[in-house]
């Protein structure tokens, strides 16, 4: 039995870029259950404190304590990018790719590829170069090529951004059935009704610190400061 | 004008008649550079990449020689290789000077600045692409640069082939450490540059585009093998 990387708790963390501050000091923990939505104004720090917990952005102070070692947090969490990175391959080997790295055989990665190209409707583009796919079928390819190494834990940095209602629909649905198999979600969006539809807790971010976090029904139902409440209502806070 | 007109059917003559000198030179030219170029690509390649994803102290400085080295002039580098491997030199014992490996040697060293420095580029954009990616997959790094060499395949393939627009061009280094010997070392730029000076202007002309109808060749074929241009950008 392989113990989990979770929980992870950022402790009083702070990063700071040029001299400014873009986040913290923040005190955070991401258990081993839910599906978190980090929710907050542009320019509330929402991708830094995603970057953070994933590790790709260094703390200036504090420190993330995870429940294993670095070697199993490094290959158990994934990332998505707001802005889905296409690497100059076909659909199918941008998918076997994270497999092939950590030394799947080549054909059983080829039909994890293929089986991933299935769920995610693009089995007739498996051969096209994923640079040629739309906006959707990018995020799709991109979500899939994340979960392919079946991740304990899986951040998001508004995948939906700039979608229609169809493809963002296809990754909801998608990210519904990996949740509901026990994958931890932590996802960054300004997307009110994503938010309702997804979330059980919520951390509301406003200028580098998070303002309220809990669980997401208490904090739709009423918030507890008022620029939270401000900001449901879809006023500029 | 009459040498020019002379020169372009000396050239069809050789080619029609299929001149086994011509054809020996050709082929001693081919082998030569095509040798040196895939001896660099394999040096400048992996360099390059390097270059573009490692950072260490002096790494700015390094690519600002790398790229000054582009310029190296051939003559000096035949002079060095002349002087490396003559008899009193330290790899004198080899007895590789006259030899289309001391040839080789001269080109690699002239070529690989240029590979390693036009690599560094196309990969230095491709790393910017990539970088987050990579890192969050917790790729280690010699991963990272074989993803970047093969997926900036097209582009390094530019890199590849300007190394061997300026081998197949070169004439200075390799006339000081080949020594334009029939049969042994000649190619095309030594033939044309002896033709020359025995003011035979209409062989060395033919000569001539010989030699600029085997670059234009060679580059149309990596071209058409690497299906560059036809499926558009990456």
């Keep these: 039995m392989v113990g989990s990387i979770l929980p992870l708790e950022l402790r009083e963390a702070v990063v700071r870029r040029r001299g400014k501050r873009l986040l913290g000091p923040v005190d955070l923990t991401v258990g081993a259950k839910g599906f978190t939505i980090v929710m907050g104004p542009n320019g509330s720090g929402k991708t830094t404190l995603m970057r953070s917990l994933h590790g790709l952005q260094r703390l200036t102070e504090g420190e993330a304590v995870w429940a294993a070692g670095m070697e199993a947090v490094r290959k158990r969490q994934a990332y998505v990018f707001q802005q889905p990175v296409m690497m100059r391959r076909s659909v199918r080997d941008n998918l076997a790719y994270p497999l092939l790295l950590h030394g799947t055989k080549k054909a059983a990665a080829r039909m994890a590829a293929e089986e991933w190209a299935a769920r995610i409707d693009l089995t007739e583009a498996l051969d096209r170069r994923a640079t040629q796919l739309s906006g959707g079928e990018r995020q799709k390819l991109a979500l899939a090529r994340a979960l392919i190494r079946e991740p304990e834990l899986l951040f998001l940095d508004e995948p939906c951004a700039n979608l229609d209602g169809r493809a963002t629909r296809d990754i909801e649905a998608l990210l519904k059935v990996e949740h509901e198999r026990g994958t931890r979600i932590v996802m960054a969006t300004h997307d009110m009704g994503q938010a309702r539809r997804l979330a059980t807790d919520i951390v509301f971010l406003l200028n580098g610190k998070i303002h309220e976090t809990g669980p997401a029904e208490p904090f739709f139902a009423g918030p507890a400061t008022p620029e939270a409440g401000a900001f449901l209502k879809g006023d500029i806070v | ?234």
Excluded at chain 2, 41 to 60: H, T, V
């Design chain 2, 1 to 234: 004008m009459s040498e020019i007109w002379e020169g372009m059917k000396a050239a069809v003559w050789l080619i029609v008649t299929l001149d086994p000198e011509l054809f020996d030179i050709t082929l001693r030219s081919l082998q030569v550079t095509v040798t040196a170029v895939v001896i660099a690509s394999a040096i400048g390649l992996p360099l390059g990449a390097l270059l573009a994803i490692q950072r260490f102290r002096y790494r700015r400085a390094t690519i600002a020689v790398l790229n000054a080295l582009m310029g190296l002039p051939p003559v000096v580098v035949g002079l060095i290789v002349y002087l490396m491997l003559s008899r009193s030199g330290p790899f004198g014992v080899f007895g590789l000077l006259f030899t289309p490996t001391a040839m080789i040697i001269a080109q690699v060293i002239i070529i690989t600045p240029l590979i390693a420095s036009i690599a560094h580029q196309a990969i230095r954009d491709l790393w910017a692409e990539y970088h987050d990616l990579m890192i969050s997959m917790n790729t280690t790094k010699g991963q990272r640069i074989r993803t970047l060499l093969w997926d900036g395949r097209r582009a390094l393939m530019t890199a590849s082939l300007a190394g061997f627009g300026r081998a197949i061009g070169e004439v200075g280094a390799i006339m000081i450490v080949g020594g334009n010997i029939d049969n042994a070392t000649r190619v095309l730029t030594t033939a044309i540059a002896l033709e020359t000076g025995k003011g035979d202007f209409g062989l060395a002309l033919g000569l001539g585009f010989v030699l600029i109808g085997l670059a234009i060749f060679v580059n149309l074929t990596i071209h058409w093998v690497g299906r560059t241009e036809s499926e558009g950008r990456w």
